[in-house]
């Protein structure tokens, strides 16, 4: 499946922002999706998982409480808010297909299909 992320940009400490990931000529029922970041010097990290129903959802814990995971027929969203210098980083999208309903991958290897980046900054 193809993928295209949108919705990156600058935003001061506290400010909000929604990323959206777009599939083209697939619907997303049959995969589990992830958002990732990658900061600079750094690996990249798995910050939001949902499953293929959108029932599950997985955040690292450094998001929980401000980041919020949703998908509908072909888009997956990730709703920042409060947001800090530490979540400046290229956030990408991506799928995995999964026949368990309720499976939520747990890493970059498990994911089929990536979006490219959208860049995410955030001043102090």
């Known amino acids: 499946v193809q993928l295209q992320a949108s919705g990156g940009g600058s935003v001061q400490a506290g400010g909000s922002l929604r990323l959206s990931c777009t599939a083209s000529?697939?619907?997303?029922?049959?995969?589990?999706m992830g958002w990732f970041r990658q900061a600079p010097g750094k690996e990249r990290e798995l910050v939001a998982a949902?499953?293929?129903?959108?029932?599950n959802v997985r955040y690292v814990d450094s998001v929980k409480g401000r980041f919020t995971i949703s998908k509908s027929k072909i888009t997956v969203y990730l709703e920042m808010n409060n947001l800090k210098p530490e979540d400046t980083a290229v956030y990408y999208c991506?799928?995995?297909?999964?026949?368990?309903?309720?499976?939520?991958?747990?890493?970059?290897?498990?994911?089929?299909?990536w979006g490219p980046g959208t860049l995410v900054t955030v001043s102090s």
């Open positions: 949902i499953s293929r129903t959108g029932r």
């Open positions: 000529g697939r619907i997303l029922n049959e995969y589990a």
């Open positions: 991506a799928a995995d297909q999964v026949g368990n309903n309720g499976y939520i991958p747990r890493n970059a290897a498990e994911f089929d299909s």
